[in-house]
Protein backbone atom coordinates (compact mmCIF):
# COMPACT_ATOMS: atom_id res chain seq x y z
CA UNK A 1 0.00 0.00 0.00
CA UNK A 2 1.51 3.38 -0.40
CA UNK A 3 2.43 5.44 1.50
CA UNK A 4 3.41 9.40 1.45
CA UNK A 5 6.62 11.13 1.78
CA UNK A 6 4.96 14.87 3.21
CA UNK A 7 7.34 16.35 1.36
CA UNK A 8 7.75 14.78 -2.10
CA UNK A 9 4.47 12.82 -2.35
CA UNK A 10 3.58 10.56 -4.25
CA UNK A 11 4.52 8.49 -7.08
CA UNK A 12 0.97 7.77 -8.41
CA UNK A 13 -0.34 10.97 -8.35
CA UNK A 14 -0.71 12.22 -4.78
CA UNK A 15 0.95 14.98 -3.47
CA UNK A 16 1.17 17.39 -1.00
CA UNK A 17 0.86 20.63 -2.03
CA UNK A 18 0.76 23.29 1.02
CA UNK A 19 0.10 23.89 4.37
CA UNK A 20 -0.69 26.37 6.88
CA UNK A 21 0.37 26.36 10.95
CA UNK A 22 -1.24 29.25 13.17
CA UNK A 23 0.26 28.13 16.63
CA UNK A 24 -3.65 29.02 17.99
CA UNK A 25 -5.86 26.63 18.14
CA UNK A 26 -6.59 23.16 17.44
CA UNK A 27 -8.53 22.74 13.40
CA UNK A 28 -12.26 21.19 14.43
CA UNK A 29 -13.87 22.19 11.35
CA UNK A 30 -13.34 23.70 7.78
CA UNK A 31 -15.42 24.73 4.56
CA UNK A 32 -14.24 25.14 1.40
CA UNK A 33 -15.77 27.20 -1.66
CA UNK A 34 -14.07 27.49 -5.34
CA UNK A 35 -11.66 29.35 -4.05
CA UNK A 36 -12.00 30.05 -0.38
CA UNK A 37 -11.37 28.25 2.45
CA UNK A 38 -12.55 28.49 5.99
CA UNK A 39 -11.15 26.64 9.06
CA UNK A 40 -12.46 26.83 12.92
CA UNK A 41 -10.60 26.29 15.70
CA UNK A 42 -10.65 25.74 19.62
CA UNK A 43 -10.03 29.63 20.03
CA UNK A 44 -13.37 30.36 18.87
CA UNK A 45 -11.30 31.64 15.75
CA UNK A 46 -12.81 31.34 12.26
CA UNK A 47 -10.12 32.30 9.64
CA UNK A 48 -10.23 32.32 5.47
CA UNK A 49 -7.66 31.43 3.36
CA UNK A 50 -7.30 32.06 -0.77
CA UNK A 51 -4.46 29.67 -1.93
CA UNK A 52 -3.60 29.36 1.51
CA UNK A 53 -2.71 32.95 2.43
CA UNK A 54 -4.39 33.98 4.67
CA UNK A 55 -7.70 36.71 3.32
CA UNK A 56 -9.79 37.38 6.44
CA UNK A 57 -10.75 36.06 9.52
CA UNK A 58 -13.01 36.52 12.48
CA UNK A 59 -13.59 35.41 16.21
CA UNK A 60 -17.11 34.49 18.22
CA UNK A 61 -17.36 35.58 21.56
CA UNK A 62 -17.16 31.73 22.88
CA UNK A 63 -17.52 28.51 21.75
CA UNK A 64 -15.15 25.94 20.03
CA UNK A 65 -16.08 26.12 16.47
CA UNK A 66 -17.21 22.67 15.55
CA UNK A 67 -18.93 22.98 12.14
CA UNK A 68 -18.72 25.35 9.61
CA UNK A 69 -21.08 25.74 6.18
CA UNK A 70 -21.35 28.58 3.80
CA UNK A 71 -24.72 29.41 1.74
CA UNK A 72 -24.30 30.71 -1.36
CA UNK A 73 -21.13 32.67 -0.90
CA UNK A 74 -23.49 35.18 0.94
CA UNK A 75 -23.23 34.39 4.81
CA UNK A 76 -21.48 31.57 7.00
CA UNK A 77 -23.17 29.54 9.89
CA UNK A 78 -20.99 28.44 12.28
CA UNK A 79 -21.60 25.72 15.27
CA UNK A 80 -20.29 25.76 18.35
CA UNK A 81 -19.69 24.06 21.49
CA UNK A 82 -21.36 26.20 23.60
CA UNK A 83 -24.70 25.49 21.74
CA UNK A 84 -25.11 28.55 19.38
CA UNK A 85 -25.06 28.88 15.60
CA UNK A 86 -23.83 31.79 14.52
CA UNK A 87 -24.66 34.02 11.15
CA UNK A 88 -21.74 36.03 9.62
CA UNK A 89 -21.92 37.88 6.28
CA UNK A 90 -19.28 39.46 3.83
CA UNK A 91 -19.11 43.42 3.62
CA UNK A 92 -20.45 44.49 -0.02
CA UNK A 93 -17.85 46.90 -0.38
CA UNK A 94 -15.17 44.56 1.15
CA UNK A 95 -15.02 40.90 0.80
CA UNK A 96 -12.22 40.26 3.34
CA UNK A 97 -14.53 42.46 5.91
CA UNK A 98 -17.49 39.59 8.02
CA UNK A 99 -19.68 40.71 10.58
CA UNK A 100 -21.60 39.13 12.70
CA UNK A 101 -25.44 39.04 11.28
CA UNK A 102 -26.76 37.12 14.29
CA UNK A 103 -27.38 33.68 15.97
CA UNK A 104 -30.06 30.77 15.51
CA UNK A 105 -32.20 31.52 17.77
CA UNK A 106 -32.70 34.93 17.20
CA UNK A 107 -33.03 37.00 20.47
CA UNK A 108 -36.55 37.80 20.06
CA UNK A 109 -37.50 34.56 19.12
CA UNK A 110 -35.93 33.14 22.16
CA UNK A 111 -37.76 36.35 23.91
CA UNK A 112 -41.19 35.38 22.13
CA UNK A 113 -41.17 31.79 23.20
CA UNK A 114 -39.85 32.31 26.82
CA UNK A 115 -43.30 33.57 28.04
CA UNK A 116 -44.89 30.48 26.91
CA UNK A 117 -44.18 27.15 29.70
CA UNK A 118 -45.50 24.90 26.89
CA UNK A 119 -42.21 26.09 25.01
CA UNK A 120 -39.47 23.92 27.30
CA UNK A 121 -38.77 20.50 27.31
CA UNK A 122 -36.82 18.59 29.80
CA UNK A 123 -33.10 18.29 28.55
CA UNK A 124 -31.78 16.61 31.37
CA UNK A 125 -32.99 15.53 34.66
CA UNK A 126 -34.84 18.18 36.69
CA UNK A 127 -33.41 20.70 33.79
CA UNK A 128 -35.61 22.50 30.85
CA UNK A 129 -34.65 24.87 28.23
CA UNK A 130 -36.44 25.80 25.46
CA UNK A 131 -37.05 23.50 22.91
CA UNK A 132 -35.62 26.41 20.00
CA UNK A 133 -32.36 26.15 21.63
CA UNK A 134 -29.44 23.74 21.69
CA UNK A 135 -28.67 22.93 25.03
CA UNK A 136 -25.18 21.07 24.33
CA UNK A 137 -22.64 21.28 21.63
CA UNK A 138 -23.36 21.60 18.00
CA UNK A 139 -21.84 19.16 16.28
CA UNK A 140 -22.81 19.46 12.38
CA UNK A 141 -24.78 21.65 10.28
CA UNK A 142 -25.73 20.80 6.78
CA UNK A 143 -27.46 22.74 4.12
CA UNK A 144 -30.88 22.10 1.92
CA UNK A 145 -29.84 25.43 -0.38
CA UNK A 146 -32.52 24.82 -3.12
CA UNK A 147 -35.03 25.18 0.13
CA UNK A 148 -34.08 27.61 2.21
CA UNK A 149 -32.86 25.21 4.92
CA UNK A 150 -30.39 24.46 7.54
CA UNK A 151 -30.04 21.02 10.04
CA UNK A 152 -28.15 21.28 12.92
CA UNK A 153 -27.29 18.48 15.14
CA UNK A 154 -26.24 18.35 19.04
CA UNK A 155 -25.09 16.39 21.78
CA UNK A 156 -28.31 17.23 23.00
CA UNK A 157 -29.21 14.11 20.97
CA UNK A 158 -31.86 16.44 18.70
CA UNK A 159 -31.49 17.53 15.38
CA UNK A 160 -32.74 21.31 14.74
CA UNK A 161 -34.37 22.47 11.57
CA UNK A 162 -33.79 26.44 10.69
CA UNK A 163 -35.30 28.41 7.76
CA UNK A 164 -32.39 30.67 6.10
CA UNK A 165 -34.44 33.65 5.40
CA UNK A 166 -35.49 34.42 8.83
CA UNK A 167 -33.31 32.34 11.05
CA UNK A 168 -36.58 30.57 12.59
CA UNK A 169 -36.80 27.42 14.15
CA UNK A 170 -39.39 25.40 12.18
CA UNK A 171 -39.14 22.01 13.72
CA UNK A 172 -36.51 20.20 16.66
CA UNK A 173 -36.25 16.40 16.34
CA UNK A 174 -35.60 13.72 18.90
CA UNK A 175 -33.62 12.31 16.78
CA UNK A 176 -31.48 9.65 19.37
CA UNK A 177 -30.34 7.82 22.70
CA UNK A 178 -26.79 9.98 22.82
CA UNK A 179 -24.59 12.55 21.34
CA UNK A 180 -25.78 13.04 17.53
CA UNK A 181 -22.08 13.38 15.86
CA UNK A 182 -23.41 13.86 11.93
CA UNK A 183 -26.28 15.31 9.90
CA UNK A 184 -25.92 15.01 6.07
CA UNK A 185 -29.26 15.94 4.04
CA UNK A 186 -30.17 15.38 0.78
CA UNK A 187 -33.36 16.49 -0.86
CA UNK A 188 -36.19 14.98 1.51
CA UNK A 189 -33.97 12.89 3.45
CA UNK A 190 -32.05 13.57 6.31
CA UNK A 191 -29.45 10.91 7.57
CA UNK A 192 -28.33 11.24 11.27
CA UNK A 193 -25.43 9.55 13.03
CA UNK A 194 -24.68 9.37 16.68
CA UNK A 195 -22.77 7.90 19.47
CA UNK A 196 -25.64 5.43 20.68
CA UNK A 197 -24.40 3.28 17.45
CA UNK A 198 -26.94 4.19 14.97
CA UNK A 199 -27.70 5.46 11.69
CA UNK A 200 -31.22 6.87 11.33
CA UNK A 201 -33.14 7.98 7.91
CA UNK A 202 -35.82 10.99 7.99
CA UNK A 203 -38.22 11.82 5.46
CA UNK A 204 -39.13 15.60 5.17
CA UNK A 205 -42.57 16.56 4.33
CA UNK A 206 -43.90 20.26 4.32
CA UNK A 207 -46.81 21.37 6.37
CA UNK A 208 -47.86 24.82 6.21
CA UNK A 209 -44.95 27.15 6.86
CA UNK A 210 -43.19 24.02 8.85
CA UNK A 211 -41.65 21.14 8.59
CA UNK A 212 -42.78 17.52 9.62
CA UNK A 213 -39.66 14.57 9.88
CA UNK A 214 -40.92 10.79 10.34
CA UNK A 215 -38.10 8.05 10.80
CA UNK A 216 -38.12 6.14 7.76
CA UNK A 217 -35.05 3.63 8.60
CA UNK A 218 -32.64 2.49 10.93
CA UNK A 219 -29.70 1.61 8.65
CA UNK A 220 -27.26 0.62 11.39
CA UNK A 221 -27.22 -0.21 15.38
CA UNK A 222 -23.47 -1.22 16.89
CA UNK A 223 -21.51 -0.55 20.08
CA UNK A 224 -19.03 1.53 18.43
CA UNK A 225 -20.45 5.42 18.16
CA UNK A 226 -21.09 6.53 14.78
CA UNK A 227 -18.51 9.43 14.15
CA UNK A 228 -18.99 10.57 10.47
CA UNK A 229 -21.73 10.59 7.42
CA UNK A 230 -20.97 11.56 4.24
CA UNK A 231 -23.24 10.58 1.04
CA UNK A 232 -21.61 10.34 -2.69
CA UNK A 233 -24.35 9.83 -5.99
CA UNK A 234 -24.43 5.94 -5.45
CA UNK A 235 -23.62 5.67 -1.67
CA UNK A 236 -24.24 6.30 2.20
CA UNK A 237 -21.41 5.76 4.44
CA UNK A 238 -20.51 6.14 7.85
CA UNK A 239 -17.68 6.23 10.10
CA UNK A 240 -17.31 4.64 12.97
CA UNK A 241 -15.05 5.04 16.65
CA UNK A 242 -13.62 1.65 15.73
CA UNK A 243 -12.23 2.68 12.59
CA UNK A 244 -14.67 0.70 10.39
CA UNK A 245 -16.70 2.28 7.38
CA UNK A 246 -19.87 0.99 6.22
CA UNK A 247 -21.92 1.85 3.36
CA UNK A 248 -25.47 1.41 1.96
CA UNK A 249 -27.05 1.89 -1.64
CA UNK A 250 -30.77 2.61 -2.88
CA UNK A 251 -32.61 -0.65 -3.51
CA UNK A 252 -35.92 -2.00 -4.41
CA UNK A 253 -38.59 0.46 -2.97
CA UNK A 254 -36.31 2.92 -2.40
CA UNK A 255 -35.54 1.21 0.90
CA UNK A 256 -31.47 1.39 1.31
CA UNK A 257 -29.47 -1.89 1.40
CA UNK A 258 -26.52 -2.28 3.88
CA UNK A 259 -23.91 -3.12 1.17
CA UNK A 260 -20.09 -3.76 3.18
CA UNK A 261 -18.00 -2.42 5.34
CA UNK A 262 -14.25 -1.68 5.41
CA UNK A 263 -11.35 -0.71 7.60
CA UNK A 264 -7.85 0.10 7.49
CA UNK A 265 -7.76 2.46 10.72
CA UNK A 266 -6.63 2.01 13.77
CA UNK A 267 -8.80 3.95 15.70
CA UNK A 268 -11.73 6.19 15.15
CA UNK A 269 -12.48 7.72 11.84
CA UNK A 270 -13.24 11.24 12.34
CA UNK A 271 -14.48 12.67 9.09
CA UNK A 272 -15.60 11.37 5.71
CA UNK A 273 -15.07 13.36 2.26
CA UNK A 274 -16.22 11.79 -0.85
CA UNK A 275 -15.93 13.02 -4.83
CA UNK A 276 -16.80 10.86 -7.82
CA UNK A 277 -15.74 7.16 -7.19
CA UNK A 278 -13.23 8.34 -4.44
CA UNK A 279 -14.05 7.75 -0.66
CA UNK A 280 -11.52 10.40 1.63
CA UNK A 281 -11.49 8.87 5.59
CA UNK A 282 -9.70 11.07 8.33
CA UNK A 283 -8.94 9.36 11.48
CA UNK A 284 -7.66 9.46 15.17
CA UNK A 285 -4.65 7.69 14.25
CA UNK A 286 -3.16 10.90 12.08
CA UNK A 287 -3.92 9.57 8.29
CA UNK A 288 -6.09 10.40 5.86
CA UNK A 289 -7.17 7.02 3.48
CA UNK A 290 -8.13 7.42 -0.36
CA UNK A 291 -10.66 4.32 -0.91
CA UNK A 292 -11.53 3.76 -4.86
CA UNK A 293 -14.80 2.43 -5.64
CA UNK A 294 -15.57 -0.20 -8.40
CA UNK A 295 -18.60 -1.89 -8.14
CA UNK A 296 -19.20 -2.57 -4.86
CA UNK A 297 -15.41 -3.34 -3.66
CA UNK A 298 -13.34 -0.38 -1.87
CA UNK A 299 -9.65 -0.64 -2.52
CA UNK A 300 -7.44 1.88 -0.68
CA UNK A 301 -4.73 3.14 -3.15
CA UNK A 302 -3.11 5.65 -0.49
CA UNK A 303 -2.81 6.91 2.60
CA UNK A 304 -1.82 10.23 3.02
CA UNK A 305 0.24 10.99 5.61
CA UNK A 306 1.85 14.11 7.42
CA UNK A 307 -0.57 15.33 10.15
CA UNK A 308 1.34 14.86 13.52
CA UNK A 309 -2.06 14.64 15.53
CA UNK A 310 -5.80 13.37 15.04
CA UNK A 311 -7.49 14.26 11.71
CA UNK A 312 -10.72 16.40 12.63
CA UNK A 313 -12.00 17.37 8.99
CA UNK A 314 -11.90 16.70 5.22
CA UNK A 315 -13.19 18.79 2.49
CA UNK A 316 -13.10 18.20 -1.45
CA UNK A 317 -13.51 20.76 -4.43
CA UNK A 318 -13.49 19.82 -8.02
CA UNK A 319 -10.96 22.30 -9.38
CA UNK A 320 -12.94 24.97 -11.53
CA UNK A 321 -10.12 27.85 -12.15
CA UNK A 322 -9.75 29.28 -9.06
CA UNK A 323 -7.33 26.44 -7.83
CA UNK A 324 -4.96 26.29 -10.85
CA UNK A 325 -2.17 27.10 -7.89
CA UNK A 326 -3.26 24.24 -5.82
CA UNK A 327 -4.26 22.23 -8.71
CA UNK A 328 -1.64 22.67 -10.91
CA UNK A 329 -4.06 22.77 -13.98
CA UNK A 330 -4.10 18.93 -14.52
CA UNK A 331 -7.60 18.88 -13.41
CA UNK A 332 -7.39 16.77 -9.97
CA UNK A 333 -8.63 16.98 -7.01
CA UNK A 334 -7.85 19.40 -4.22
CA UNK A 335 -8.48 18.08 -1.07
CA UNK A 336 -7.99 20.12 2.28
CA UNK A 337 -7.27 18.28 5.81
CA UNK A 338 -7.34 19.91 9.62
CA UNK A 339 -6.25 18.34 12.50
CA UNK A 340 -5.75 18.64 15.74
CA UNK A 341 -1.97 18.91 15.17
CA UNK A 342 -2.62 22.99 14.71
CA UNK A 343 -2.23 22.46 10.92
CA UNK A 344 -4.47 22.89 7.42
CA UNK A 345 -2.83 20.53 4.81
CA UNK A 346 -3.23 21.22 0.54
CA UNK A 347 -3.31 17.61 -1.61
CA UNK A 348 -3.63 17.21 -5.22
CA UNK A 349 -4.91 13.25 -6.02
CA UNK A 350 -6.12 12.05 -9.75
CA UNK A 351 -9.88 11.36 -9.87
CA UNK A 352 -9.46 7.96 -10.96
Known sequence: MPRSDPTRGYSDGDSLVGESVREEGHIYSLAATNDLLYTGSDNNYIRVWKNLDEFSGFKSNSGLVKAIVIFREERVFTGHQDGKIRVWKTSSKNPRVYTRAGSLPALKDVLKSSVKPSNYVEVRRRRTALWIKHSDAVSCLSLVEDQGLLYSASWD??????????LKCLESIKAHDDAVNSVVAVESLVFTG???????????????????????????????????????????????????????????????????????????????????????????????????????????????????????????????????????????????????????????????
Open 194 to 352: SADGTVKVWKREIRGKRTAHGLVQTLLKQESAITALVISHVAVYSGSSDGAVNFWEMGEKKVLKHCGVFKIHRLAVLCLAAAGNLLFSGAADKKICVWRREGRDHTCVSVLTGHTGPVKCLAVVEPSGGEEELDGGDGRLVVYSGSLDKSVKVWRVPRH
Open 157 to 166: RTVKVWRIHD
